[in-house]
């Protein structure tokens, strides 16, 4: 499954910052509905995410009713994304 998502980063305060876009509702029924197929535990979801020309492999996270996608360091970097940016980029599953 691919999903083009755009969604403002969110920040995620743990013992160090995480970075995260939220899935939208469509995109997060569509996820829950063949969920028990991809999952590997925990309702954690893999998944690839792309922004420009860079793309890493993650987990998704089931929180507040979405998924939060992760931005790790390698796609949030280059591409200078920050807290309370809007960002466009491809969910893959």
Known sequence: MN???TGTVIEWR???????VATPSEVTAEIEAHKSAI????GVVPARVTIGDISVTTSLIPKNGSFY????AAVRKPNRIEVGDKVSLTLEL
């Open 3 to 5: 999903f083009s998502i």
């Open 14 to 20: 743990g013992p160090a910052p995480f970075y995260f």
């Open 39 to 42: 999952t590997y535990g925990w």
């Open 69 to 72: 996608i992760p931005l790790k």
